[in-house]
C-alpha cells in the first residue's frame, strides 16, 4: 500500500502561481510512476501531468503546457507539482495519484483545492 497526501492548495488571482506538494509513505519501492489529475465541479476527472519515478521522465496534459511543471524529490518520496500563469479554469480538486505498473494508478490521495479568481 501507498499512501498519498496533498498540500499546498488555496485560492489565488488569475496570472499567479502556486506549488502543489504530495509525500508518499508506504511502499513507495514499487512506485513506478505518479501523476496528478484535477476535477472542477460537474466535471469529469482529468489526467494534468505524470513523471517516471525512475526516469523522471514526464508527460503532460496539452492545455497545462508551457504554465505547469512535474518534478519530484526521490528521497524524500514527494511529488511536486508548480503551476504557473494560472487561469480561473484551473480552478478544480487537484489530486495525487501513484501506480506501480504502466496503466490505471493503483493509489490516490484526498484532494487540495485551488481556486483561481479572476
Do not use: H
Not at 506549488?19 to 505518479?34: E, I, K, P
Not at 519515478?53 to 514526464?58: A, D, E, F, Q, R
Amino acid at each position: 500500500q501507498v499512501q498519498l497526501v496533498e498540500s499546498g492548495g488555496g485560492l489565488v488571482q488569475a496570472g499567479g502561481s502556486l506549488t502543489l506538494s504530495c509525500a508518499a509513505s508506504g511502499r513507495t519501492a514499487d512506485t513506478y510512476s505518479m501523476g496528478w489529475f484535477r476535477q472542477a465541479p460537474g466535471k469529469e476527472r482529468e489526467f494534468v501531468a505524470t513523471i517516471s519515478w525512475t526516469t523522471g521522465s514526464t508527460y503532460y496534459n496539452d492545455f497545462v503546457k508551457g504554465r505547469f511543471t512535474i518534478s519530484r524529490d526521490n528521497a524524500n518520496n514527494t511529488v511536486y507539482l508548480t503551476m504557473n500563469t494560472l487561469k480561473p479554469e484551473d480552478t478544480a480538486v487537484y489530486s495525487c495519484a501513484a501506480r506501480v505498473r504502466a496503466g490505471a494508478f493503483n493509489y490516490w490521495g484526498q484532494g487540495t483545492q485551488v481556486t483561481v479568481s479572476s
